[in-house]
């Protein structure tokens, strides 16, 4: 499976240098770190032997139920197989879905705030791009750009953030007695 993830992660970084040549603030998208990429996968019997299967490269997983289905959250000990990239979303599709499976999308750090990482891509012509929102934890949004049928997820904060964020909320919910 790493050579499955290390060869899309090879195509996609492809597309992505295509879409940072091209732009006019080219510095400020090639500065962006790769810190997480997202892998749809067909149902939850692929859900679960892809987890396995990483399992033992794990140094931390973190599962959350959200929108009917199963997001794996896996910060591998060593990225070489996954391109420097070390933590893996592995992703159920949404119930009724037929979105593909395989790469879904990359994490991008932008070491800005979103507002600031708006400014830069509206100030770039030709790009598709749209402000979303995580649905459990306020305040943490992104940019999504969508390029050469691929998406690239342009954030101020890592998944493990908002990991930690749902935790905490999960924390006072419990002490709360909510």
Known sequence: ???????????????????????????????????????????RAEYTQRVAALHDQAEHIVETWMNGRWIAKLQLRDGSATNGIHIIKIMERRPNSTDAVGLDHIDFYAPVETEQIEAVLRAESNLQWTRESNDIIEGYDWLSIWFDGTEAKLKHDTVLDIVAAELVQLSQRLVNGA
């Open 1 to 43: 499976m790493n050579q499955e993830y290390s060869a899309a992660l090879k195509g996609y970084m492809q597309k992505w240098d295509q879409l940072v040549a091209a732009r006019h603030d080219a510095s400020f998208f090639g500065n962006l770190q790769a810190t997480a990429f997202g892998w749809k996968v067909q149902d």
